[in-house]
Nanobody, 128 residues
Framework: EVQLQASGGGLVQAGGSLRLSCAASGFTFDDYVIGWFRQAPGKEREGVSCISSSDGSTYYADSVKGRFTISSDNAKNTVYLQMNSLKPEDTAVYYC?????????????????????WGQGTLVTVSS
């Protein structure tokens, strides 16, 4: 059974940092693409970042480039999202998702419907 467990959310002041973790089980980690999405109140879920576990390729939304860093520890089947210089507009529930690797998936990494498996969300609140 595929399981994704997101953790690490919390309350932080603007300019602060948080590191989210996504622990995965039930599939061959190296063959998958892992993405982070977020959904703010009243808004649609949006892609934040993605990593291809097989080759380490990473992708970011323009809104987080230079502030967020995605990484993976394949030995631990865990993907991290280091979030620095947080802004109030980063406030959202953050979700990790996984799907088998393909060129189509990495091309459309920011589209939630490309992902087969989802973890529960973790809330990030950035105060001004």
């Amino acid at each position: 059974e595929v399981q994704l467990q997101a953790s690490g959310g919390g309350l932080v002041q603007a300019g602060g940092s948080l590191r989210l973790s996504c622990a995965a089980s039930g599939f061959t980690f190296d063959d998958y693409v892992i993405g982070w999405f977020r959904q703010a109140p009243g808004k649609e879920r949006e892609g934040v970042s993605c990593i291809s576990s097989s080759d380490g390729s990473t992708y970011y939304a323009d809104s987080v480039k230079g502030r967020f860093t995605i990484s993976s520890d394949n030995a631990k089947n865990t993907v991290y999202l280091q979030m620095n210089s947080l802004k109030p507009e980063d406030t959202a529930v953050y979700y990790c998702a996984a799907t088998p690797y393909s060129i189509v998936v990495v091309t459309n990494w920011y589209i939630q419907y490309e992902y087969d498996y989802w973890g529960q969300g973790t809330l990030v609140t950035v105060s001004s």
